[in-house]
Structures are given as structure tokens and as C-alpha cells.
């Protein structure tokens, strides 16, 4: 595992604008909603789903059969997306690996640049922190780990929950990249940040900022007393059985918090299926549940030009996909998703027991969820099907193409 002080490498260019339109392109927000979050909040009367399979040291592999899919759709999933610039996809269900597929430039032990997707590994460092009172709340104003913000009557409001939902009030031009480049090539990363000027109250409205993520990496450290990188590596990593990773580092070596962080893609699975346990793993609870519920809460409304409307919570964004996927079931099933630009994804389907990770270098906003669609239609049943020899190895011989596709 790397801690590479080389900022440059998995950079944001590109991210704010790809993971803002992750559905097609932004038409109008809503200000957010005020939150507060307590640590010793209780768990809901929900019951979670009774898992007996952890990936620690690996997925258990099966057939899609076994876990209600039907591999023929799968087959024809990575038939579609083989030349659209997908680089590999992970198919889990029920906590078991069902299809993966690679292309020439990756593989199972490879880590790849997750670029914005690293920003709900910052979210999710942000809750275990609160819950280890290294941080006092949501409501916590930025200005106490950064006195000179405390003379300016806007920036002096900002709080954790703005950063976290992207409502600092903080300038940040978004065109072409234009801040985030500025950002990279000074001298102080934060220093750079800190004297942005506020353009709105915080809290009134959503502006994309990669600034915002990564002052929360410097808050962070001056809370934890050590870099987000060793804290990921002590309280999520090494706990989730995640041993090879790369994240870079600002000049005055601040973990990266808005991109930069590169993990295989099963281990990127491993995230989501945290998330959809509630942050359980084994006997342990390594990220509160309160916190996952209301980091996956929506504080920003997103109408799309395609129709749709999502959501955007702290680092997480959500959506309901679109009736009728699965055939003959009419329910619109609720999904969450850490976004990267190009299309790298982890989705969450909490209803469905499914979690797709993938990563992609493509222009085309809404080709990953379109990909996820596909892998939706493959549901069949809650409960296994009849194996289907003819139809795994279709799966098996779209996987070998998959593998002879490579896209520049």
C-alpha cells in the first residue's frame, strides 16, 4: 500500500463536471436541508439482512444461478458495454461474486484510479471519526481547526455537513476544471482553498467542489492526528482485508480527499457491500449505522435533462431506477452510488441484495447506469435457479471477449 506524494497522478480533471451530470446534464438544485448527526444515535428497528458470507480474505464465487440471476443476461450486459469504454465490471449478489469481467488493461490484482469515487471513502472516514468523538458533530464549524476563517461573516458559518454536501458557499469555477488545476499547481493545496472567496450563505446551494473534500482531509488529520490515509489504513481497510492501495498526497502532504485513492475493483465491491450491510462487517461495526443512513440522505435535489431526478447525500449520490426491470415485478427500486468521472461506480441496490462495481474511461454520463440497468434485468427470483450450463458458459465466452477489448 502507497501513500504517493506525487498529486498529479488520479487527478480530478474531468471529475467535477462527469460526476455532476452522473445521469445527464444538471437542469436545477434545490438549497439542502439542515441535518445533525449523534454519534451515540440508536439503531432503527429495521433489521438488517443476516449475512454468513464476509469477502475479508476473498469473494466466494458462484454461479449467477445460483444467487436468482440468469447468466445469458449477463452474457449480453458485456456483449453491449465491451466497446464502450468500460475497463471491468463485478457483479455481487447475496455477498457472492457472480461475474466479473477485465479488459486487456486490467485484472483481478491490478488498482485502478477510482478519481471521485475516493470522496465517499472521505465520507465514510468523516462518520467513523464522529463516532470516535474526534470530530463533535456535523454541525462543527471548519473555522475551529482553521482560526483565519473566523474573521470572514460568511466563511465563519461554514460547517461540516456544507462540505460534506458540497454547500460551503465557497467559490469554485468548475469550468474546464479551472480551480481544481489552480488548486494542484499551488504551493499549499489548503492555503488555496482557505482563501477562496464565498459566493454564497452556506448551506443555500450545491456547487461541485473538490476543494470542499479535500479541506475536510486536512480537518481531518488536525482532528485525528494523523493522516486520512493511516486512519482508512487502521479503521476501514485493514478490517475490510483491503492490503494493496495507492493514495496521493498534497505538497504538505495531505491525503488527497477528493480523488487520487486506486484499489482493484473487488475491493472497491468490498466498500458496497459495506454500505449495504449498514457499515456491519463480521462481528464488528466499522462505520456506524446513523452515520450510513444519513450520509445516503438526500440534502440535494438533481432533475436531469434525461427526466430523471437524483439525489445527493454527503459524497453519495442516489436515484430510484425506472420500473420494470426485472420482468414481471413493477417496483422502482431505490439505489446509491460513490460516482468517479469517466464512469467508475460502485452502485447499491439495498432491495435487491446487488452491488456492481465498475471502472470506465468514457464520456458518455449516462452509460454506467445504463450498464446497471442491464445487470438488473438479470434478476430472476430472490431464491437460486436451475443451473443453466448453456447459459454460464455464453457468460463464460463474453467474458474472454470482454478481456480482447480494449479501448483507448
Do not use: C
Amino acid at each position: 500500500m502507497n501513500n504517493k506524494k506525487n498529486p498529479l497522478v488520479g487527478s480530478g480533471q474531468g471529475t467535477s463536471t462527469l460526476s455532476l451530470a452522473a445521469s445527464g446534464a444538471l437542469k436545477k438544485q434545490v438549497p439542502a436541508t439542515n441535518t445533525s448527526f449523534s454519534p451515540m444515535m440508536p439503531h432503527s428497528d429495521r433489521a438488517m439482512t443476516t449475512q454468513t458470507n464476509w469477502p475479508t480474505e476473498g469473494w466466494e464465487l458462484t454461479t449467477p444461478e445460483a444467487q436468482g440471476l440468469h447468466s445469458s443476461a449477463l452474457a449480453k450486459m458485456l456483449k453491449i458495454f465491451r466497446h464502450q469504454a468500460v475497463h471491468s465490471v463485478a457483479v455481487i449478489r447475496n455477498g457472492h461474486l457472480v461475474a466479473e469481467a477485465y479488459n486487456e488493461g486490467t485484472g483481478t490484482d491490478i488498482l485502478q484510479d477510482m478519481k471521485s469515487v475516493t470522496k465517499s471513502i472521505t465520507s465514510a472516514l468523516v462518520g467513523i471519526a464522529l463516532s470516535e468523538f474526534k470530530l463533535s458533530s456535523i454541525d462543527q464549524k471548519a473555522a475551529d481547526f482553521f482560526p483565519e476563517l473566523a474573521t470572514d461573516p460568511v466563511k465563519s458559518k461554514i460547517m461540516l455537513k456544507h462540505l460534506l454536501s458540497m454547500t460551503s458557499g465557497t467559490s469554485w469555477d468548475n469550468a474546464n476544471e479551472r480551480s481544481s488545476a489552480e488548486m494542484m499547481y499551488a504551493e499549499d493545496w489548503v492555503q488555496y482553498i482557505l482563501e477562496r472567496p464565498a459566493q454564497a450563505e452556506p448551506g443555500a446551494s450545491f456547487n461541485y467542489s473538490n476543494g470542499d473534500a479535500h479541506l475536510l482531509s486536512a480537518i481531518m488529520t488536525k482532528a485525528t492526528g494523523e493522516s486520512m490515509f493511516d486512519y482508512a489504513v487502521s479503521r476501514l481497510f485493514g478490517p475490510l482485508g483491503i492490503k494493496e492501495m495507492n493514495w496521493n498526497q498534497d505538497p504538505q502532504e495531505h491525503t488527497i480527499g477528493a480523488w487520487a485513492m486506486a484499489l482493484t475493483l473487488r475491493d472497491m465491491a468490498k466498500l458496497g457491500y459495506l454500505y449495504l450491510n449498514e457499515g456491519q462487517w463480521e462481528d464488528k461495526t466499522l462505520i456506524p449505522q446513523p452515520w450510513i443512513r444519513e450520509s445516503l440522505t438526500r440534502k440535494i435535489t438533481l432533475n436531469y435533462s434525461n427526466g430523471t431526478q437524483g439525489g445527493y447525500g454527503f459524497y453519495w449520490w442516489s436515484k430510484t431506477l425506472p420500473p420494470g426491470l426485472i420482468k414481471g415485478d413493477k417496483k422502482a427500486y431505490d439505489m446509491y452510488y460513490a460516482s468517479g468521472s469517466g464512469g467508475r461506480r460502485i452502485f447499491v441496490v439495498p432491495d435487491l441484495q446487488l452491488v456492481v462495481a465498475m471502472t470506465a474511461e468514457s464520456a458518455d454520463v449516462d452509460m454506467p447506469e445504463n450498464l446497471l440497468h442491464h445487470v438488473v434485468q438479470a434478476v430472476r427470483s430472490a431464491n437460486p435457479l436451475p443451473e443453466n450450463s448453456v447459459a454460464q458458459d455464453e457468460l463464460e465466452r463474453a467474458i474472454r471477449l470482454f478481456k480482447m477489448s480494449v479501448e483507448s
